[in-house]
């Protein structure tokens, strides 16, 4: 099984793009099974739903693919996620400190990114990065690593907030062709 999710619509966005990419991504392969879900930007709910999401499946995903928007002007994949919460949330909750006291200041991904990185056709737009923010796209990817505990992969993808569905579709789908051929190690006929 593999989890892609998306967020839901926050601020003055009516819709939101990681939600509407992860809807558009269409896989006919009888090898993976693939849920679609989709996370509310809320400190509490977007745990709650994550948590709930896992612990419908009869076992351990395959792969977990969370995507986020973010303002800059290329696909980042994120290699960290930081144990630091800051912001408001569509609840107008306001969090600021720690999201696991005690625990480590980053976990990452388990997922090579360089080599992934350096399997995608066109690069162009996409790059590897660091810093995930410490909004709930940060929150929710430090989560799903420590729920993870490396027994399963976990990447997080920030798309930019602006642009054309169908070329972040396609990029997804490339960069998820990467990860099922080399962490899977198995062909996917997007």
């Known amino acids: 099984m593999i989890i892609l999710t998306g967020f839901g619509p926050y ?7 990681s939600s509407e990419v992860v809807k558009e991504l269409h896989f006919d392969n009888e090898l993976f099974q693939f849920r679609k879900e989709f996370i509310p930007v809320s400190w509490k709910q977007s745990i709650k739903s ?3 999401i896992l612990l419908e499946l009869n076992s351990q995903p ?3 693919i969370l995507l986020g928007i973010h303002s800059g002007d290329k696909i980042n994949l994120e290699k960290l996620g930081w144990n630091f919460k800051v912001g408001d949330d569509k ?3 306001f969090k600021f400190g720690p999201i696991k006291v005690y625990s480590s200041p980053w976990i990452k991904t388990t997922l090579n990114l360089k080599e992934i990185y350096s399997n995608i056709e066109d690069k162009s737009d996409v790059s590897i990065s660091y810093f995930p923010g ?3 796209c940060n929150y929710l990817y430090y989560w799903a690593l420590y729920l993870s505990k490396k027994k399963y ?4 993808i920030h798309i930019p907030n602006k642009g054309n569905i169908f070329e972040y579709v396609q990029k997804v789908e490339m960069i998820l062709r990467s ?3 080399i962490h899977l190690k198995r062909d996917l006929d997007v």
């Open 179 to 181: 990860i099922i051929k």
């Open 62 to 64: 395959e792969l977990v």
């Open 153 to 156: 992969p976990v990447l997080f």
């Open 91 to 93: 609840e107008k909750q």
């Open 50 to 52: 994550y948590n709930k």
């Open 134 to 136: 410490l909004y709930l």
């Open 11 to 17: 601020g003055e966005f009516s819709t939101n793009l």
